[in-house]
Nanobody, 125 residues
Framework: QVQLIESGGGLVQAGGSLRLSCAASEGTLSTYDLGWFRQAPGKEREFVAAITRSHNSYYIDALEGRFTISRDNAGNTMYLQMNSLKPEDTAVYYC???????????????????WGQGTQVTVSS
C-alpha cells in the first residue's frame, strides 16, 4: 500500500504556471504507475495524465501540450508541471497510483487505485 500527499495547488492568473507534487508518506512509488485526475465543479472526475513505471507518459488531448508529468523515484515523488493555464483547468487535482494505468485510459479507474486527498487549482481570467 501507499499513502499519497499532494501539494502545489493555488490561485493563478490565466497564462501562469503551477507545479503539483505528489509524495508518498507511506510506501514506495517506484512499483506503481502514477497519474493525475481532476474534477471541476459540476463535472465528473477526469483523467489528465499518467506516467508508467518505465517512464512512458500519457496525456489527454485537451491539455494541448501544456502539461508535463514526471516522476522522481529517488525522491519518491511525482509531479505535474502546468503551464499556460486556462480557466477551464480549474478543478481539484488528485494524484493516483495503481499497479497498471490501463483502466485509467478508459475513464474508469480500478477499485485498487490509491488516491491523494486532492489539491485545488483555480485559474482566474
Amino acid at each position: 500500500q501507499v499513502q499519497l500527499i499532494e501539494s502545489g495547488g493555488g490561485l493563478v492568473q490565466a497564462g501562469g504556471s503551477l507545479r503539483l507534487s505528489c509524495a508518498a508518506s507511506e510506501g514506495t512509488l517506484s512499483t506503481y504507475d502514477l497519474g493525475w485526475f481532476r474534477q471541476a465543479p459540476g463535472k465528473e472526475r477526469e483523467f489528465v495524465a499518467a506516467i508508467t513505471r518505465s517512464h512512458n507518459s500519457y496525456y489527454i488531448d485537451a491539455l494541448e501540450g501544456r502539461f508535463t508529468i514526471s516522476r522522481d523515484n529517488a525522491g519518491n515523488t511525482m509531479y505535474l508541471q502546468m503551464n499556460s493555464l486556462k480557466p477551464e483547468d480549474t478543478a481539484v487535482y488528485y494524484c493516483a497510483a495503481d499497479t497498471s494505468l490501463r483502466t485509467w485510459l478508459t475513464g474508469a479507474p480500478s477499485e485498487n487505485t490509491y488516491w491523494g486527498q486532492g489539491t485545488q487549482v483555480t485559474v482566474s481570467s
